[in-house]
């Protein structure tokens, strides 16, 4: 689809290929979340705190009149240096902070987090960090703050005091093999209780984050004696509150079954969930517990009588039934099975607007992820692809933390073998004039480059979400690899998830670090260009490829859904060609994992640098119906690759078609009479915006640069098209005309929305998003 080159622009974009070979391109269930975890989890919540560090800090201040000095020293009382620390305290009331120095500081309302400065990180063995010690400007009452840290430990020294006992455990609900128990919280000591441990005999069976738990596994008619203990957010284990002994229910008792729940229905949806709701069931004891089943497969168990059922797939049926299990363990028949469609995730009514941003604009294209706000896109989209990080050629995992060029020879099978852009990512500064909110980077900052940028764009446009889209035209070349056996697919998909989702940056200039890419990207978007099929020179690819994608994709909505907080989109770019469909992408099983895919709706024509595409003849390259003057033997239309996907019985709402911000052109082209270059011959790739793209250039830089170029329109097959009769120059490209006609269509079918490849084609004031926006709203 796309070249990935940095420091330019798409190069190569891809093409559908032509037939003939030449390049085209839970209550138990709500009682279990209330919050249990593996006993394995428990022993280690059991174990001793982490122990204290050897730095500790000293607090002097000194009155200046009209403001006042507070400073901090760290020391180090051990006998290794300590490299690294973060000084925590509150404010007393009344002070407020006017500047730092030698440290970075963070103030939340009371609360100051300070990170060392580079010079200072490192505190000798029995040293402090003067003279560089961190100091503050401050104004109101000279008062030492309070709950002062450094690195987590108190900063005079002492031990930290452990939460109390919580309150005597009392039993809200008890079956044959299981226990729900409430108790009074803790009261804290140094630090937050963080949870609450459950112990049988003294043996830990259960934690939970609240003061509530249910105890599972156990046997009918047994003896327990439950206590419970808080832990806070060090680690610090209080003790034991009283106990509570009881006995779990004699199935004998009671051999009558529940009634089955009558009525099950679905009250709401939205794309990644379905909310049921049913009839009680009756029962000569009671009622324990509903379970919900989904398609069979156990989902949630629940003490009411209704539930929300999350991490599903949009625009997807699912089939669900309950049933009733009573004190003694007697279990009801299922229901009558209850049918439900998820939302897509526009909504009804709505159109999904995704747009590219390129990693390499901020060079050559001096485009900007403020451009996308001051162009109005960033209002209009609703999801924006950043392109493109690569794979690890020996690892085969998510690569980060490198600064490698591609190649730049298109026919090089290593082009983009290793290369990637830390620098662009997080580590190059952005000035104040580039900046989202003018404010430039801090060139000591762990997040700085685009990934901050985007920080900075989504905090100002919160409907937002941003994915990291994987390889594209020059690095899918490892996708083969990683994809082929379950252990490779969990490791690659593990490290793409810690990497691009959590956020751990590898450190690189001084920035990235654990956890500083957090909240950067929402998802990831899957640009393998072409599973099953050839791609760019170089690349790995076989039969078994269909299969494996499928199933790294199963692996991405699982480790995704694994995942706390929002669901994480999972996003692909696929093929226009019917023959790269057949091949590589197995249409009746991956959208069960996808969550839209965005349908390649350009390139179907057109010539590159090295003249090896379609040097010879003009055509249209993004046409919406076949052109009935096209003189191929290949049909190539957004038509045809849509209708391909519709015809496997895809969803419609699960599809976006993608539209060019960017023209293809030939040189010396014969105008053809009235035809005004179309179809005509040509000799090679017209010159393109940049010296090494030939045959390309974005919208804004081809209408404001090609020279005496007359734009007609082609009504049938949805085209426009430029011709310039002094040099004989002829561009396919989208205007407002082209998108209003397709954007109709797009309605028509009831397809999801736009993909646009890529932002910085389009004008400064955004004339293409516009149309888009106004076609798609």
Request: aromatic share 10%; charged share 15%.
């Amino acid at each position: 689809m796309f070249t990935r080159r940095p420091h330019r622009g798409p190069h190569r974009p891809d093409r559908p290929r032509s037939p003939g070979g030449t390049r085209s391109r839970r209550t138990l269930a709500t009682l279990l979340a209330l919050a249990l975890l593996p006993l394995a989890a428990l022993a280690g919540l059991a174990s001793p705190a982490q122990a204290a560090g050897t730095l500790t800090a000293a607090f002097t201040t000194q009155n200046n009149g009209s403001w006042w000095k507070g400073t901090y020293t760290v020391r180090n009382t051990g006998t290794a240096p300590v490299t690294g620390w973060t000084l925590e305290f509150d404010l007393p009331a009344g002070v407020t902070l006017t500047g730092h120095y030698h440290g970075e500081a963070t103030v939340t309302g009371s609360r100051v987090t300070v990170k060392n400065a580079y010079y200072n990180a490192t505190v000798p063995a029995g040293g402090t960090t003067e003279p560089w010690s961190y100091w503050f400007v401050a104004n109101g009452p000279i008062t030492p703050p309070t709950r002062c840290t450094v690195n987590g430990d108190k900063c005079d020294g002492t031990p930290d005091v452990p939460p109390g006992p919580p309150g005597a455990p009392q039993a809200t609900a008890v079956t044959a093999r299981t226990v729900a128990l409430a108790w009074s919280a803790a009261v804290p000591g140094d630090h937050p209780v963080a949870s609450y441990e459950v112990l049988d005999g003294g043996a830990p069976v259960a934690t939970a984050s609240t003061t509530s738990a249910i105890v599972t596994g156990l046997a009918p008619a047994s003896r327990h004696t439950f206590t419970v203990r808080a832990r806070d957010v060090r680690g610090n284990t209080g003790p034991p509150g009283p106990p509570l002994a009881l006995t779990t229910v004699d199935p004998a008792t009671d051999p009558v079954p529940p009634s089955v729940p009558q009525g099950l229905r679905v009250t709401a949806r939205t794309a990644s969930s379905l909310s049921l709701a049913w009839t009680a069931s009756a029962d000569n004891v009671a009622v324990a517990v509903y379970e919900v089943f989904r398609s069979g497969v156990l989902v949630a168990t629940v003490t009411g009588t209704s539930v929300t059922v999350d991490r599903l797939s949009p625009v997807t049926s699912y089939s669900f039934t309950v049933r009733a299990r009573d004190t003694a363990d007697n279990v009801s028949a299922h229901s009558t099975p209850a049918v439900a469609v998820t939302d897509d995730v526009a909504g009804p009514g709505n159109h999904h607007k995704v747009g590219y941003f390129i990693q390499w604009g901020l060079y050559g294209r001096q485009y900007f992820v403020k451009n996308l706000d001051t162009s109005g896109s960033a209002a209009k989209l609703d999801v924006i692809n950043y392109a493109f990080e690569n794979i690890d050629p020996v690892n085969l995992t998510c690569q980060a933390g490198v600064t490698k060029g591609v190649s730049g020879n298109p026919q090089d099978p290593d082009e983009g073998t290793g290369a990637g852009d830390a620098d662009a990512d997080y580590a190059r500064p952005i000035s104040a004039a580039q900046s989202v909110d003018g404010v430039a980077d801090d060139g000591w900052g762990k997040l700085r480059g685009n990934f901050n940028q985007i920080k900075k764009l989504k905090a100002k446009h919160p409907h937002l979400r941003v994915v990291v889209s994987l390889g594209g035209w020059t690095f899918s070349k490892f996708f083969s690899d990683a994809a082929a056996t379950p252990a490779s697919r969990e490791k690659f998909v593990r490290s793409c998830v810690d990497v691009w989702i959590k956020g751990n940056l590898p450190v690189y200039n001084g920035a990235g670090g654990p956890g500083t890419g957090a909240g950067v990207f929402d998802g990831i978007d899957i640009d393998w260009e072409w599973p099953g099929a050839e791609g760019h020179p170089g690349n790995r690819w076989n039969a078994a490829d269909k299969n494996n994608l499928t199933a790294l994709l199963a692996e991405f909505r699982r480790q995704l859904d694994e995942l706390p907080g929002e669901r994480r989109l999972l996003t692909a770019f696929t093929p226009a060609d019917p023959a790269k469909i057949q091949a590589g992408w197995d249409l009746s099983r991956i959208f069960d994992y996808l969550d839209f895919a965005n349908v390649q709706g350009y390139d179907f024509h057109g010539s590159g640098s090295d003249d090896s595409w379609e040097p010879a003849r003009t055509g249209h390259q993004a046409n919406l119906h076949r052109d009935a003057q096209d003189p191929y033997p290949f049909d190539f239309s957004v038509e045809r690759a849509v209708q391909t996907y519709l015809d496997a019985g895809v969803p419609a709402r699960k599809l976006t078609v993608g539209f060019p911000f960017y023209g293809r052109g030939w040189k010396n082209v014969a105008s053809g009479g009235t035809a005004a270059g179309e179809w005509q011959s040509a000799n090679g790739a017209a010159p393109g915006q940049f010296p090494t793209e030939a045959g390309i250039r974005g919208y804004h830089n081809l209408i404001t640069s090609t020279p005496n170029m007359t734009v007609h329109h082609d009504a049938q097959s949805v085209s426009t098209f430029g011709y310039t009769g002094e040099n004989g120059q002829w561009w396919s490209f989208d205007d407002p005309w082209s998108i209003e006609r397709k954007t109709a269509w797009i309605r028509s079918k009831g397809l999801l929305g736009a993909m646009i490849w890529e932002m910085s084609g389009d004008t400064p004031n955004g004339t293409l998003m516009n149309a888009l926006h106004t076609g798609l709203p």
